[in-house]
């Protein structure tokens, strides 16, 4: 069932910017693609170019997964490569880790957010801190999959967004994609990445559709950190600096559009990396906007919002005519979902939240 | 009520191996379809679950498929027709409202349900062999014990619409809310019995029905791969806590068949831990009526913990959001429901004699009619106020959320002044 | 071994300030006593008043634990109530969970900081939304004991923060004791506590001594929060405020004498509770100096200090001369102990965020 | 090399329950003093403690504590004079710089150290059972399982000494870095083992040593109850993944008896994961030797997953920080010196004549030149540089830490430019 072993994917030409290059001259207009399917894609095409990568988790094999991101996959890499594991989330971490050391690239999901804390301790005792504690001897190539956030009138503990939990451990890399051509580029990159990587896919945008380009990027990013993990500018702008990430970036794309048409002109970043932050260009931003909004749907307590916060006014303490001005969670449990939509971060909740900026 | 019987399932194991199971009529096939061939298992699939799964004399059953009734030497059961009846209602009933909650999420008017369809034996044998003073800690597909500790069907639905957590008092009714970490509740029950224990409210010699107490924890067969589980009947066995392992082996967990977890029966677990495992026939409510009333009644006096695991079979989708024909067979589920739990009970009840026409037609009616009630009160099921995101976060005062829940309020009445309606009406 | 049972604590009088008078009036002067031994009284004293407060934890019972906090609790109130468990955290977060249903008040012992991890689902699956869950049938009056922080030489996973991961945690309360008479009257006042408390104590402290009055603090708290859970200004300052909890708070006295010693007057606050924070006082201290040092041994990122940082510059905008100058630790996981000097917090580091902080 | 002996440890059981083992002598009452009294045991914990530590027929034992040998019909094993004197000058050489280092932590020297004393025999058996492609994860005490991989003894002080947090390379030595969280590597273990087994490293026709391969996990009997242990036996078997699970029951976790973990002896676990499970004289080398070879076998040969109970004793407190006087009797750790590891394989080695005194004296030299380097080498050992802290945190270009390093450097460069040193002795 495996297909016949393509080259290691550090030593293929496939990723070089040359390679890049001819690449996209030939090919046709990027296809259009959920952002399910995009994740799909770049599983595939990982575990095409490296036979160490292999997934793991809870339903993965023939149900595909809950959200069927791993779809066909055991189908067609064999169950020896992607692996239906025992109910037991440590379990899942603790033995990606053996197999990491092994020499695999284990890609593990998480079924829900809220499902993740059982393997929290494997997390932050020998996935962060393994490297550390051998001093480079062992690397950690282990990619950390959840469906994060809410939206989707989901049960308890199916709506979370713990990321902030992760960036406070020193050892993990943090992102979160917010499109499916991202989803594909981040991935494939976090794969790549010889640190663990814990990879938030905003759930409810998992049926959304974009552009995308799966031929040209093939190979593992060739500088590091790689583009797809850096912050960007999403649409440019002049009065008020929104940043967010993942599910929310939809929201403040429609509140820049709604803004604009009240003659308020909104800068829109997409973090995508949260650990470590790249802040550069939001504080290249508030340089110039004087002003910060920062949304996601985590509680406001000790969360990534509040360092964001803390950072920017750090580092552009004259430049700020506003105190940063968070849209979060409620610092409560998740609410019951007929009331998700009071408690997430909405096109009303950024307005409001640029006004309030504006009005310093 | 006695007598001899063939008892298919002890002694048809391969049955439940899917791929000896091999279709014998076109229809059959056909109801596979692509997905059947799908789920095809590979051999090595066959073996851990025929390994899994198998089951001989250990099986409890006292009630064949066929509704013949032979005694079991260990645990021996009296139960008058009028309580025989009553577990048939009991089963009917749920069984009525578990597929309106299929329905009513199919409507949109559910998010999801999690239907028991199949477990109706295994739950109501448990439920019924409780007393009052006993706790019970659910999963998430407990309706059945829910039913017979009390909670009414409709207080289940404001989980599944999303209006609530938890619809009915856990204390009142010793039925704590739904948990859906699988697992968690393992170890809060062991905790709860410890307390019994700790309370004196076991072993006691007094006679009496509610003297003494026991815990009941349920959980399914992937549960048992979980670190809170073992941990739970460690603690239990260091404690001597009063607390039945209750173990609904359905054979799935969600996708992943029993065999992905175990590579022997899970009742075999106990014996690691120091104390005794049964497993029973989940789809005979008298057995698990039997074996459950047994089990209790060793933890109040003192014997605990036990652990149970009742042989059954998800006969529907894991929830309503479950894809089924994506990983196992139609003939897997058809073989099933020659295995009802209620036929079964429906046909020794007629055969013996011991229920007429009239009885079925008037448990029927009074199923539709809770069923009727259970939609209409669905519907009628209003979205909470605001403030509930806020209230009952904490039990004492706390300055910070209620700045919150004031700021958001008054931020919400801004739109009402405003004439203007949220969610991107604004501008 | 069981004391005869103490009328329950929330109808003794014990506790009102009547009573506290009294017991003050023919109190001798407060005799001096460790950090670790106010906290043994403060569970001797609450287990006499009540007798459904038990003790559970790791090695609590013969041995009185690892740092003898529980030192001969179990040979006077026996060992249905001062509970040796079994190895396993998550095993004793959800058992006194069910203890807690129960009508117990479970006071937990987790070994060391690191240890915390295998019960944190427990804790952010139950402990924290139980109450919620169940919109208020179940309280949950749990002490979640946890000794916390570096400086003694020890191994891996024996000298960590974890505190900003709960502050993150609605439905848990945070707090951490700095002085034996706060370690008397906090941990009295959180086992008093319908709700989850996390408490946590400065381990590196443990045999520092401080004045202890016991006799006049046996009741529960008349008013929530507690006095002894609010901010306090342990020294008045005009210059900078400079903020911390636990272990640091020595530190943070000694920078200011050394600043004075320089002509800067440092006032100096002791959160005590990091969740829910206790800002009032922080916010009135910079309103006067304009100048905020927040000073904590956890990691930068994502932290109770990024919090602290972005609501105070939230709340006290145009007071603000420099932004939150934090001291914090690196992100990285905790370095080999012969290193921690250097990790950790300490008098130089202050006295230069001070001076950060005025140069602005 | 054979022979018939009394066995006193499989027929004794009664000795390791503190309460039957009353004090015979005005000295050792005196030796127990205060600590011994509140060390006396309560009878449900006697009861407890026998069930959990009684041994009968199901102990492994080849080597009496008399040092006489018999043959078990299940482990065979031949090992020559020398491969025994080996063994012998292993456990000598460990136990000596085991000491050491508890001399060392008494003089400052190292912030606390883990003592094995005791443990020689379950750890080399184990350890010289190994192959090279095998490979360990260790806990925290198998100093022994180090030195059988080739780690140098001074290696494993950084950890204590608290300059690195593992001084060995785990990937070329095939023994990981020491775990501290109990249970964790048991997961990690059996992650290994599931990718020797995906990479086709067992079953393997081919003979010679090195085609096949396996994985050893080392845990204690405190770590049974973790969750963690529990889901690694789960994977195991549900992967068939080649991994021994090698539980060493020294009868202690810290100040708790292992019958506080299970009520039990430990190895009756492995049957209800479905894999076997072995009781082996953790104080008998050959033992341990045989019983691991055999297990080991088993995985590389595709039989994996199994477990070995080895049961011994920790004859010195947990850590040079623990105080056991507070919690088990003086006459506990009397009654376990006369079962010594290292006493029965000197008093067999003599008695047939394997070896002479002046291969004990040549031994008895080379530790204590080991444990001189040793000491030289503690004593030498620096605080690392402060760069330390920001390297090897990620494997690839971290700006931030980066960014955090040199500022910290510029900082510490502030105080050298000023003149003054750093720890308050600014200003
Ligand atoms: C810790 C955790 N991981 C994953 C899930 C998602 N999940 C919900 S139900 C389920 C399968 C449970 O199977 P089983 O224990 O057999 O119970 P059943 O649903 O068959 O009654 C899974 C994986 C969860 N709820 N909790
Ligand atoms: C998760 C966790 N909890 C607590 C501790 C503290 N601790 C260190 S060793 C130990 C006892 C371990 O006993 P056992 O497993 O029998 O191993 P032994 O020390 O006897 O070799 C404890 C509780 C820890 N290291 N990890
Ligand atoms: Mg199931
Ligand atoms: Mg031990």
Request: hydrophobic share 40%.
């Given at each position: ?11 293929a030409?496939?990723?070089?910017p ?10 046709s ?11 799909n ?7 095409e ?12 094999g ?42 695999y ?49 989901a ?23 917010s ?35 799966t031929?040209?990027?093939?190979g593992?990013?060739?500088e590091?950190?790689p ?6 500018v ?26 604009a048409?009240?003659?308020k ?11 470590p932050?790249?802040?550069g ?12 909004v920062v ?23 004259y ?7 968070r ?34 | ?10 002694t048809?194991p ?6 000896t ?7 059959e096939?056909?109801?596979?379809g ?7 298992p ?57 597929r309106?909650?299929?329905?009513l ?9 999690v ?49 609530d ?40 010699a ?9 815990t009941?924890a ?5 549960a048992t ?18 607390v ?21 029966p ?21 057995a ?25 079979y ?11 024909t ?29 229920a ?12 539709d009619?809770?069923?009727a ?14 403030e ?15 700045t919150?829940?004031?700021e ?20």
């Open positions: 069932m495996t297909p016949p072993s393509a080259p290691d994917v550090s030593s030409g496939a990723g070089t040359e390679g890049l290059q001819s690449f996209q001259g030939i090919a207009p990027p296809p259009s693609s959920t952002l399910a399917k995009a994740l894609s770049a599983l595939r095409s990982a575990m170019d490296d036979p160490k990568v292999i997934v793991m988790g809870e339903d993965v023939k149900l595909g997964g809950v959200f069927r991101v791993t779809d066909g996959l055991q189908k067609d890499f064999g169950d020896h490569r992607v692996l239906d594991t025992p109910l037991a989330e440590s379990g899942i971490i603790g033995t990606a880790v053996g197999l990491a050391m092994r020499g690239r284990p890609v593990t999901e998480i079924q829900f957010d809220g499902f993740v804390f059982p393997g929290f301790d494997q997390i932050i005792s020998q996935v962060a801190k393994i490297t550390y504690r051998t001093q480079g001897a062992w690397s950690m190539p282990l990619v950390i999959r959840i469906p994060f956030g809410g939206g989707i009138g049960v308890e503990h199916h709506a979370e967004a713990p990321e902030s939990f992760f960036c406070h451990i020193g050892g993990l890399r943090v992102v979160a994609c499109t499916p051509q991202d989803a594909f580029d981040m991935l494939r990159a976090a794969i790549a990445c010889d640190d663990p990587v814990v990879f938030f896919e905003p759930k409810r945008r998992y049926w959304e559709k974009g552009s995308l380009d031929a040209s990027r093939r593992v990013p060739d590091w950190p583009a797809s993990f850096r912050s960007i999403r649409r440019p702008g002049t009065d008020v600096t929104v940043v967010s990430y993942g599910p929310s970036m939809p929201v403040l794309l429609a509140a820049a559009d709604a803004a048409g009240e003659g002109s909104l800068e829109v970043i997409d973090l995508r990396t949260l650990s932050l790249d802040l260009p939001v504080v290249e931003s508030v340089r110039r906007t004087g002003r910060l949304v996601s749907e985590a509680p406001r307590e000790a969360s990534i919002t509040s360092d964001i916060a803390a950072r920017v006014t750090e580092e552009a303490f430049s700020l005519s506003a105190p940063v001005i849209v979060a969670g409620f610092d409560t449990p998740y609410p019951p979902s007929r009331l998700e939509d009071e408690y997430l971060p909405d096109l009303d909740k950024v307005l409001d939240a640029v006004d309030r900026a504006l009005a310093y | 009520m006695s007598g001899v019987s063939p008892t298919p399932i002890t048809a391969g049955a439940t191996a899917p791929s199971a091999a279709p014998n009529t076109a229809g096939a056909a109801a596979r692509a997905a059947g061939l799908r789920g095809q590979t051999p090595s699939e066959v073996i851990a679950g025929l390994r899994a799964t198998s089951h001989g004399e250990d099986l409890v059953q006292l009630l064949s498929p066929e509704g013949d009734f032979t005694a079991h030497p260990k645990f021996p059961i009296e139960v008058s027709a009028e309580e025989l009846r009553g577990l048939y209602r009991d089963m009917v009933m749920v069984r009525r409202f578990d309106e909650g299929n329905a999420q199919r409507q949109g008017q559910l998010s999801i349900w239907p028991l369809l199949g477990q109706e034996a295994a739950q109501i044998g448990a439920g019924r062999a409780m007393r009052r003073n006993d706790m019970a800690f659910p999963s998430y597909r407990e309706h059945g014990i829910a039913w017979c500790r009390g909670v009414d069907p409709t207080q289940l639905l404001g989980i599944f619409r999303g209006t957590q938890c619809g009915w008092d856990p204390k009142a009714t010793r039925f704590n809310s739904y948990t859906i970490v699988i697992g968690n509740q393992v170890l809060n029950a062991t905790g709860y019995a410890m307390g019994q224990r700790f309370d004196g409210a076991i072993g006691s007094i006679a009496g029905e509610d003297t003494n107490e026991a009941i349920f959980f399914g067969d992937g791969s979980q670190g809170d589980v073992h941990e739970g009947m460690v603690f239990a066995a260091a404690f001597d806590a009063p039945v392992f209750y173990c609904q082996n359905n054979q799935w967990a969600i996708s992943e068949p029993v065999s992905r977890q175990s590579r022997v899970l009742w075999e677990r106990s014996a690691g831990y120091g104390f005794p495992g049964v497993r029973v026939d989940g789809n005979d409510v008298l698990c009526l039997a074996v459950t009333r047994w089990a209790l009644e060793e933890c109040r006096s003192g014997n605990g913990p036990v652990m149970i695991e009742a042989f059954t998800r006969m529907d989708a894991h929830t309503t959001s479950d894809d089924p994506r990983y196992r067979m139609a003939a897997e589920e058809e073989h099933w429901k020659l295995l009802d739990p209620i036929e079964r009970v429906r046909a020794h009840l007629s055969r013996r004699g011991l007429d026409q009239s009885f079925f037609d008037g448990v029927s009616a009074e199923a009619a809770l069923a009630r259970f939609r209409a009160h669905c519907i009628g099921m209003e979205k909470p106020p605001p509930r995101i806020f209230v009952h976060v904490y039990s004492q005062p706390h300055e910070q959320l209620d919150q829940q004031r958001y309020l008054q931020y919400l009445a801004g739109f009402v002044d405003d004439g203007a309606t949220q969610s991107g009406a604004r501008a």
